[in-house]
């Protein structure tokens, strides 16, 4: 057998078992200590392969495009909703085409399951894509059992399957990431920076690649992300007005004080108040935020700036500018975030996918720490919920958030190591 053979079905057994481990042996040890059932994905599995989701991100942003139309004069973000939005306007602007088009809400919904269901699947394809350049760069093809690991692991992933369960725009974001890591890969940084503002037009946080192509001199990166927002955000003036534009500026400043301590606030202030008991953990009830704690306001900010400053300080060395680096600023734009839910990590599908086949797959020592950071980030460990009450252990609430550390950690490690190569 070839040595990529060999490589391909390591990747498929660590799957597999990852899968086991998540999803079979944390229940069977669950059940017997007698703590019952911790609970799992495949709900949202089901939902996946039957095309269902809710309407999370959907139905606030639909409503505000009704109260817009019905109340043109009035404050969009001060509509009354069942939900808060927290997107910008220039996000709407493809629902807003949808309804100029006369579609409905349950046509709307329709197209918009459809289209996550899409995305999702072109996480593994692009993944793939990305696989197959890197490996043909070193002379090496793609194998079978490489497809199948990439597709059981996105399909297995659960921050993925929970986003699109959920019916939230997440699935998009993590399509998009996956993209933009196969136009940097490839070289291809003007598309990138067009990728990464459309982004940006849904989660603000990913302005942050846009500093980080401003310090990596990554320029034409840079003017094309400048670019694409401009034309986006004068779109959406056009449309909704520069009054409503200007309100999201509130909006952040609002959502920069408040979170939540649910246990899937997988972020620095969950982390904190679930371990001080300060908020709901379990439980959650919607538009209920955590009581709020100066100290643990400016620890998190603390340590938001503190992740911020050490990836773009880090010495890269041959992997500045690289994917590695990109790909650790992708992880920052969401774990240094007040409210990082679990399905905002579905990003790490394709940063995973390629620290495997750049990298990873290449190594004598097999990466522990790699494998240690993709099994705590994309599985479902509900068994670490039976900690909630205990001090100190209820740490391991976080798991995702630490496996997220985890990953960006082992990408700055291989800038140091001797292992490292500059072809992504």
Known sequence: ????????????????????LANIVQWAICRVLHLGNPGSMIPDVKSFFHMRQWTDSWLPMM??????QSHPGMPIYDAKLYDTLIYSLASELPLWALRKLGMGDAAMLRVLAVLSWLAVLGVAAVSLVMGRWLLRKR??????????????????????????????AQTFLSFGFTVLLLLWTTGRERSAGVVAAMLTAVKPQFILLLVWMLVRRRWGAARA??????????????????HNNLDYIGVLAGLSHKAQSHYANQSMFGTINRMIFNGENLGYTPYVYTPYIPWVYRVTVATSLLLVGLVLVYPWRRLRGSTADMAAMGIVSVAASPMAWEHHYGIVVGI?????????????????????????????????????????????????????????????????????????
């Open 352 to 424: 995973a996918a390629w620290a495997w086949f750049a990298h990873a797959c290449w190594m004598k020592q097999r990466p522990w720490m790699l494998g240690v950071a993709v099994f705590l980030t994309c599985n479902f460990l509900a068994a670490f919920n039976y900690l909630y009450d205990k001090a100190g252990w209820n740490l391991l609430q976080s798991y995702i958030y630490i496996g997220a550390l985890l990953l960006m950690g082992w990408l700055m490690h291989l800038a140091r190591s001797g292992e490292a190569t500059t072809l992504a």
């Open 225 to 242: 992300f400048l670019a694409c927002g401009a034309v986006l955000l004068a779109a959406s003036v056009v449309v909704f007005g520069w």
């Open 139 to 168: 002379g090496a093809e793609l194998r079978w059992p490489a497809v199948l690991a990439v597709v059981l692991a996105t399909l297995g992933c659960y921050p993925l399957m929970k986003g699109y369960s959920l019916g939230n």
């Open 1 to 20: 057998m070839s040595e990529e053979g060999t490589h391909d079905r390591r990747l498929l057994v660590y799957v597999v078992v990852s899968l086991f």
């Open 63 to 68: 409503r505000s495009l009704d109260y817009f």
